[in-house]
């Protein structure tokens, strides 16, 4: 099992919605091809927040999208926690990265590891911020090979 943290500078531009219901657009994500799927916003808050999925064959890159929510932010650290969850052995896993939200957002992850053929993978976004209101955001996917 692989795990990283870190902000990736240059986020792309994916859409969607959650679950079945999800559009999947094909990009690159830390240096992954495949298809992305990103799920609904969290709850409103400081950041709009949406948990993305990417996967390419039986690999799987979960990470999150932190985009400010006012025009007037300034670049600060924030809290996240980013969980997920698919048949695995052992489990793909949580981690919680503290990342510089610049005013254009960023994406922030991520978890990466292998899920057998047409497994759901659930991933969990949430901002963790002492004092800030609770927001999570969710996405499911299927994995197809």
């Known amino acids: 099992m692989k795990r990283l943290a870190a902000v990736l500078a240059a986020p ?3 859409t969607g919605t959650q679950t079945a219901s999800a559009s ?5 994500v830390a240096g992954m091809t495949g298809t992305t799927v990103c799920g609904d916003p969290g709850a409103p808050n400081y950041l709009t927040i949406r948990a993305c999925i990417n996967t390419n064959g039986g690999q799987v890159y979960v990470f999150g999208r932190a985009t400010p929510a006012s025009p007037t ?4 650290q924030v809290s996240f926690r980013l969980t997920s969850v698919g048949v695995t052995s052992p489990p793909l896993g949580t981690i919680t990265p503290t990342v510089l939200i610049p005013t254009g957002g960023s994406d922030v992850g991520g978890i990466t590891g292998t899920v057998p053929c047409g497994r759901t993978v659930t991933a969990q976004f949430g901002v963790d911020q002492p004092g800030w209101p609770q927001s999570t955001a969710t996405v499911s996917t299927i994995v197809n090979c």
């Open 24 to 28: 999947a657009a094909t990009a690159s």
């Open 12 to 14: 792309a531009a994916l």
């Open 73 to 76: 932010w300034q670049d600060q």
